[in-house]
């Protein structure tokens, strides 16, 4: 069975590019090292493949987002995630 990723592609892309922005991160290579995670889960979470919870929750710390967020962002359908905004998360 294929799995449809086009839906959850980029679902955080705008969360790394603002994080990268401030801290003057030019690659997604200099972004994984910095949040001291693997430049090939960046690059497929980038891709809108799911991410494992470990890679989920150092991304999370990173950016300085509650995990919940990231969470429904990545599963908008899952329950709860219509009861909490994932469009603007606090820093």
């Known amino acids: 069975m294929a799995t449809d990723t086009t839906s959850k592609r980029g679902v955080v892309n ?9 801290h003057q991160l030019k690659t997604v290579q200099a972004f994984a090292q910095h949040l001291e995670l693997e430049t090939d ?3 497929q979470l980038i891709l809108g493949t799911s991410p494992t919870l470990a890679t989920l929750r150092r991304l999370a710390d990173g950016l300085r987002v509650p995990l919940h967020v990231l969470v429904y962002r990545l599963e908008p359908g899952a329950y709860g995630a219509d009861s909490v905004s994932v469009a603007n998360p606090p820093n």
Do not use: N, R, T
């Open 14 to 22: 705008d969360l790394i590019a603002v994080y990268m922005g401030q």
């Open 41 to 43: 889960s960046v690059y």
